[in-house]
């Protein structure tokens, strides 16, 4: 069996050597890039997001994210959130929420849910009860 998967490995064209070196190369990337802007949000600062709109989840994924608008000293942003929240983003159309943002890339992480809070070590507030019932 040890001989088999080596002519296989032989086998490989280089073609497919270089795509799977791309692919994961891409992966990397995404999830370096995404711890990078976690550490920069944890020491971003606390802003009031108004949520906008909404978008779907995208294919493989079971959350949706949040358009949130709030102003940070003095200029007017609308930035795209991931949400942990999945029970009908259109209900928090026009509702207001705290979120993190990093001024240094402009991204934020809206904060809804308790999971969301912990992320930041920030306590869950009683006013937000009402998204766990």
């Known amino acids: 069996m040890h001989r088999s998967l080596l002519a296989k490995r032989n086998e490989m064209k280089k073609g497919e050597v270089v795509g799977l070196i791309i692919l994961v190369s891409f992966v990397l990337w995404v999830i370096i890039g995404r711890c990078t802007n976690q550490n920069e949000l944890k020491s971003g600062v ?46 928090l159309i026009g509702k207001t929420f705290p979120a993190m943002f990093s001024a240094k890339n402009e991204k934020i992480e809206i904060l ?16 937000l009860k009402w998204v766990i019932e």
Do not use: M
């Open 46 to 91: 606390i802003v009031n997001v108004r949520v906008v709109s909404w978008t779907t989840p995208s294919k493989g994924s079971s959350n949706g994210s949040l358009y949130g608008e709030f102003v940070y000293k003095g200029k007017k942003y609308r930035l795209l959130s991931p949400t942990t929240y999945g029970w009908g983003l259109h209900n």
């Open 112 to 127: 809804i849910t308790p999971e969301d809070f912990k992320k930041f070590k920030i306590p869950f507030p009683d006013s």
